[in-house]
């Protein structure tokens, strides 16, 4: 690899505060907030909107939308063209 190019690759703390949910990986994005992790050592944190912990796939929330019942309403409420 070419010295100099690539951007630094450190720990970091993702943080979801709507879940109160956070995890130490290493990343290539940094931030001026800090943080002390469960190590006692201090990291930077990137606040996230949704991760694992709050998304509704991962959490079991997500609804499954009935298509085949859409269609069949659409159909009903405004026929069938018969002219193909």
């Known amino acids: ?3 100099g190019i690539h951007p ?4 970091v ?10 995890f130490l990986t290493r ?8 943080i002390e992790w469960e190590d006692g050592n201090t990291y930077p944190v990137v606040d996230v909107e949704i991760s694992s ?11 499954v ?3 085949a019942g859409r269609v ?3 159909e009903r409420r405004y026929g ?3 002219g193909r």
Do not use: Q
Request: proline share 7%; net charge positive; aromatic share 14%.
């Open 1 to 3: 690899m070419k010295p």
């Open 8 to 11: 630094a690759y450190g720990p």
């Open 13 to 22: 703390v993702f943080r979801d505060k709507t879940a109160d949910f956070a």
């Open 27 to 34: 990343s290539t994005l940094s931030s001026d907030k800090r």
């Open 53 to 63: 912990a709050s998304h509704p796939f991962y959490t079991g929330t997500a609804r």
């Open 65 to 67: 939308l009935d298509t």
């Open 72 to 74: 069949e309403r659409f």
């Open 80 to 82: 069938r063209s018969g």
